[in-house]
């Protein structure tokens, strides 16, 4: 067996480990060089999860700075969801914690009796943001909640007949605004082509589930995003093969390190031939200190999230060569 560090022609772990972020080395330690760690609570006391928890609201959410509702949106959801993003992923809070107690009850009122998680494309469905919001409840504990169940039973249903998902009123033609200005949700057309940075966001949740991993759903999902690593999605404004190459963490937008993040955990091989060539480009493009260069960031304001994402890279890769 190769020793998944010998990959690269760089080592990628010394840049992570000169790091004085306490997370970043918490989690390199544990996850990449398999030491022994002291319990995650220890994370939940440092300066930026304080911060972060400041701002909670008494009903659990988070409200976005400066961006008013324009047109229904709900966008103490979509901050929430952030929120949420940061604390699991970097500070690995779970729902032990009352804030991600408060957090969770809080996003599962904005959870619809078919299933989904609706508000932030105000009346419309947003299966990329269901399913991100429904990855960080499983990491966070919730993987054997009912509601949980719920979310996925939905998720399978409005699946496209290519594998994928795709945002209903795009594959239909409708502009974003006119969409929420109807008060019922378009429906999805399963006939019409998936878009693969949705189909990214949402097959997270699937991966995050010990359960739900092992579904054919999911691999025949992931076979479909493989088949478009590199090509234009067929919708959104994120549509330019570039947005491939646009990495960030924790992850956001579909990109090739969060998909490959997702088939490590769902049975594929990195032998498989776009999976070899996708994990190929990480190789050829590392820098000689370790790092890779990346571009347009979902979190510009982290210094270190060069650093987060040689840790994500990292822990990828040591999923697929272990």
Same mark, same amino acid.
């Given at each position: 067996?190769?020793?998944?560090?010998?990959?690269?022609?760089?080592?990628? #772990?010394?840049?992570?480990?000169?790091?004085?972020?306490?997370?970043?080395?918490?989690?390199?330690?544990?996850?990449?060089?398999?030491?022994?760690?002291?319990?995650?609570? #220890?994370?939940?006391?440092? /300066?930026?999860?304080?911060?972060?928890?400041?701002?909670?609201?008494?009903?659990?959410?988070?409200?976005?700075?400066?961006?008013?509702?324009?047109?229904? !949106?709900?966008?103490?959801?979509?901050?929430?969801?952030?929120?949420?993003?940061?604390?699991?992923?970097?500070?690995?809070?779970?729902?032990?914690?009352?804030?991600? !107690?408060?957090?969770?009850?809080?996003?599962?009122?904005?959870?619809?009796?078919?299933?989904?998680?609706?508000?932030?494309?105000?009346?419309?469905?947003?299966?990329?943001?269901?399913?991100? #919001?429904?990855?960080?409840?499983?990491?966070?504990?919730?993987?054997?909640?009912?509601?949980?169940?719920?979310?996925?039973?939905?998720?399978?249903?409005?699946?496209?007949?290519?594998?994928?998902?795709? #945002?209903?009123?795009?594959?239909?033609?409708?502009?974003?605004?006119?969409?929420?200005?109807?008060?019922?949700?378009?429906?999805?057309?399963?006939?019409?082509?998936?878009?693969?940075?949705?189909? /990214?966001?949402?097959?997270?949740?699937?991966?995050?589930?010990?359960?739900?991993?092992?579904?054919?759903?999911?691999?025949?999902?992931?076979?479909?995003?493989?088949?478009?690593?590199?090509?234009? /999605?067929?919708?959104?404004?994120?549509?330019?093969?570039?947005? %491939?190459?646009?990495?960030?963490?924790?992850?956001?937008?579909?990109?090739?390190?969060?998909?490959?993040?997702?088939?490590?955990?769902?049975?594929?091989?990195?032998?498989?031939?776009?999976?070899?060539?996708?994990?190929? %480009?990480?190789?050829?493009?590392?820098?000689?200190?370790?790092? %890779?260069?990346?571009?347009?960031?979902?979190?510009?304001?982290?210094?270190?999230?060069?650093? %987060?994402?040689?840790?994500?890279?990292?822990?990828?890769?040591?999923?697929?060569?272990?």
């Amino acid at each position: 067996m190769i020793n998944w560090l010998e990959i690269f022609k760089f080592d990628p #772990i010394f840049p992570i480990m000169t790091s004085t972020n306490k997370a970043i080395l918490y989690h390199s330690s544990r996850d990449l060089l398999d030491e022994n760690v002291e319990p995650i609570e #220890i994370l939940w006391e440092l /300066d930026p999860v304080k911060r972060i928890l400041r701002k909670q609201l008494k009903d659990g959410s988070w409200k976005m700075p400066g961006k008013p509702d324009q047109y229904g !949106e709900n966008k103490y959801l979509v901050e929430t969801y952030k929120m949420l993003g940061l604390l699991i992923e970097k500070y690995g809070l779970n729902k032990n914690n009352t804030a991600i !107690e408060k957090a969770a009850e809080y996003v599962f009122t904005c959870q619809t009796e078919e299933g989904d998680f609706r508000g932030i494309y105000a009346t419309q469905y947003s299966p990329n943001y269901t399913g991100g #919001i429904l990855e960080l409840l499983i990491k966070a504990g919730y993987e054997n909640d009912s509601r949980v169940k719920k979310c996925f039973e939905w998720l399978l249903s409005i699946r496209h007949d290519d594998g994928g998902w795709a #945002i209903p009123m795009l594959p239909m033609g409708v502009h974003w605004l006119e969409a929420y200005k109807q008060a019922d949700p378009i429906q999805p057309d399963r006939s019409k082509k998936s878009s693969h940075w949705v189909t /990214d966001v949402v097959l997270r949740a699937f991966a995050a589930h010990p359960s739900y991993r092992k579904y054919k759903e999911a691999y025949e999902a992931g076979t479909f995003l493989a088949s478009r690593f590199f090509r234009s /999605d067929n919708y959104s404004s994120r549509q330019k093969p570039e947005y %491939w190459l646009k990495l960030a963490f924790p992850f956001w937008w579909g990109d090739l390190l969060s998909s490959l993040d997702s088939l490590s955990q769902l049975g594929f091989n990195k032998n498989e031939l776009q999976i070899r060539k996708s994990l190929s %480009w990480f190789v050829e493009n590392q820098r000689e200190d370790g790092l %890779w260069t990346l571009k347009n960031l979902k979190w510009r304001g982290d210094k270190e999230v060069s650093k %987060w994402i040689n840790y994500a890279i990292c822990r990828m890769f040591k999923r697929f060569y272990l």
